[in-house]
């Protein structure tokens, strides 16, 4: 396929990172490793060399762009810069094993010393410099992201995961003031990837999913998150791990423009409830895809989340070391084939006034004005069956979409009787239809 629109991997970058004009085909970048012990091979730059010399780190991850076909070129490929500058002892790894915090020196807020030349301090120096390094070489061309760990991270490092999530249930100021003080250094830090030549920076802050409630979340880090998108100066995709289907909403509230999530949330519900009010980047599995799986599953996985509505394409974590290239290059070429078609509705999405969000499947052939349709509450394993009266709707065309033209009711059926979820007027502009 011929590209002539948004030809650079740059622009085709920023503009799937801005839901924008989407060209011949969807981004594929990386906002967190791609590193591989395959491409460490091809480029000969090794963990943990890379994680600490600027020169290599830069090679390393041009790798993505020139090895792989990427969009973009993401040179932190560890979690650990951040802590080793702010006191942790840090275990660089080796070409086999990512990095790893071994000491956990804060435990109280009184032990926590942030030096005033932090970006200074090795660790962290190194990524300003690969960053410069790589914006002469390649920044009027691929997309440089930068990265930085959010205050939850760098607090997992510091206090020790354990420690640090027991003081989110028992010691809640504590916690607090841990977050708003470490946010500045997340801050500092974007501030001066960006300014070192990175076209966006990736936010990566642990609250995973499956470790912290969405209450949680939004208690503790949703104002935090706030206030950092407001004084970074430049793009930021959210990196939060986990299944965080039942969050998604909070995200885009905290003012993201992206969200970097995992295959286990579903790209077509995440796409709908999203609206896209935060572009999503995504979702590759790793574990059985990339890692365990063909490059025909790759395929497949990606085709999925381009049908979705995805609006860049990547892993969905950091790589494991062990990832074949021909897995990461799959993605790139099931990217080539460019969108799908775009056919008669197949789903839809109401949002209820409580901020509830159903999925919908219609069928698009039949005129009816009452018709009964499965949704699916999101987030919960069941469907329920509801039933949709006044759903006076056609298709007014052969390849336009089916219009709703009045309001609509919809029912749960629990065991003996039926409950009105509510109205919904304006249902059209409501939803999206793919
Ligand atoms: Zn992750």
Known sequence: MTE??????????????????KGDRISVANPTSIVSVELMEKTGIFFPDAHLDPHKMAELAAGGYEILGFDSIMPEFSVQQEAEALGCVVDWGSPTMMP???????????????PDNILEKPSMAVLLR???????????????VGKVMGPWTISYHLCGVQDFLMWTLTESEKVKKLLNRLKEVS???ANAQLRAGADAVVIADHATGDLVSPKAYQDFLLPVHQEMNQRIGGPTILHLCGNCSDRLRLFVEAGFDGYHFEWQVDAKMA???VNHEISLVGN???????????????????RYSIEAGVDILAPECAVPLQTPIANLKAIVEAAKEGYVAQGPAAGALIFSPEGLSYGVEIPCSSSASRSTARFKKWGRPSWIETSLSSGNWRKSSMNSEPIFSTSMRVWQVGMRSMTS????NSFKKRSRFR
């Open 284 to 302: 590759i599995a790793n574990r059985d895809v990339l890692f365990g799986g063909t490059p025909e599953d790759v395929y497949k996985q990606a």
């Open 271 to 273: 796409v709908q409830v």
């Open 130 to 144: 690969a960053l410069e390094i790589l914006k002469r070489t390649y920044g009027n061309h691929v997309a440089i």
């Open 100 to 114: 790893d915090a071994k000491t956990h020196p804060v435990k109280e807020v009184e032990d926590l010393t942030i």
């Open 187 to 189: 801050i500092a830090f």
């Open 4 to 21: 002539t629109l948004l030809s650079s991997p740059k622009r085709r970058f920023l503009s799937g990172l801005f839901g924008g004009r």
């Open 421 to 424: 979820v509510g109205w919904w």
